[in-house]
DNA sequence: CGCATTGTCGCCCGATCATGCATGATCTGG
DNA sequence: CCAGATCATGCATGATCGGGCGACAATGCG
């Protein structure tokens, strides 16, 4: 039916957007939509497999993380480590300032470590992040749309309208890589783009990044080092790393050694 | 029955992640949410217990390890009570359709006994919900807005104007009280006009009630009796409440008996 | 211009896999 | 110790898989 024809990436990277989408194909359905036949499809996906795009499986194929939104996963590794570097991020947001909470894990915790005595009015396109303000008592405008379960948060057009009235004076942005070059980056085209969107209307930028963040750059480019204001950076993190933000005209702090007490409270 | 097929993969993936959630799982109710036979199942289980991502016990299989897991957060939440409630709730909700999940204690229950595999697309202006719903894989549609912390949830003009654009089959209100005279009834004034805004827009109304809220009024009506088609009502509800339910015209169905439920050998 | 090479793709076939059912063993609660 | 539920195993069946083969087009080379 909608048979014309493909150049051979063309149906690689159709295959790929369908992955991401909805997390899972299945090689018939695929061979009957893009006219060709199932052996094609089928060696598409075993090649794919191979180098790590997808997750083969009787019948068709997966996407690699496992199919739930990774935040949950996230969400549980690294929580010490994080909790260190929220700490040190909360710290530089100005009392009673308007802030935008990106979706991320590390940006959860970030919420978890908000006081509501510092009169902070949150923004957030996370539910997660909004359920822990509000559990924490914090003004929280909610960001709706279709939520994007890799990110963990609302990132459609929808979720743009909705953001578009509020002008924040800290943008806490979530990474997923940020590097000399590609400045900071996302893991996908529309997540991108909305980063990009509320970077565009907020007075500052901040961000929060774990060690295996650093000099790491995702394919989508948001914005330009010299954008971000303020980066958190862990204890431990590689003095190089920490001199490139700081050549790049971003402040940079360093969060306490995580090994120490401190439980958040539950 | 409720599910559509699944690869192969994905249920592994799936048994994988209600284990996580609720530290335990049933073959035969497994068996029946999925759509096939206890023996793949069992056969699963089998697998991933050789691979040591569960336990395999008599009668379905447990989290490997016993000691931490949400189901602690799932009795302080709503306690067992609401979970039946909440199971009996969802097995009211047609596969494949569109459900607006109103804010509310037991409404985030409900949304913890969703299936994924029913294929439904869930509306909801409260964050723990949204958040609940990401983690269980079910498609999220999230309302934005100031988020009320009393409803714990987005109820204010913009959250109107999110959901203006959403048609639901079934919006399952949360109710502060149901009674024959004033019919479904809310705690606040902004709070009652957002949830008639809702019903006025869905096809159909369920509210699942616990014993507290029968025949209680709050000062806000909402809604008259009369439209609203399901109610579900705990085992133990007194035969009159549900008698005047009934004869207002709503399909009142009873939870099972939470103590009923049959217990995992250790 | 002709010819060889390369790569994609469709088709076919034996092998493999997932699943449901039947059977007999095993476990559990009373 | 019994009745009923649950389990492991073997088998039948249908779908899927992977590799091999040949067709065909694009490209490179003489």
Redesign the pocket.
Known sequence: MTGQD?L?GE?QDLIRRRLDLSGRV???ELAQEL??????I?????EMAASGLCR?????ALRVSPAAGPITERIAAGGERKAALAEAAAALIPPGSAVFLDAGSTNLAIARALSPASGLTVATNAPAIAAALLERGVATIQIGGLIDPRAGGAIGASAMRDAECFRPDVLVLGVCGIDREAGVTAESFEEAEYKRFLAAKSRALLVAVTNEKLSTAAPYSVVPLARVAHAVIEADAEEAEAAALAAAGIETVRAKQPSAHRDLPR
């Open positions: 493909l051979l149906r299945i090689a018939a006219g060709v036949s199932e052996d094609t089928r060696r598409d996906l075993r083969r499986v009787y019948g068709g």
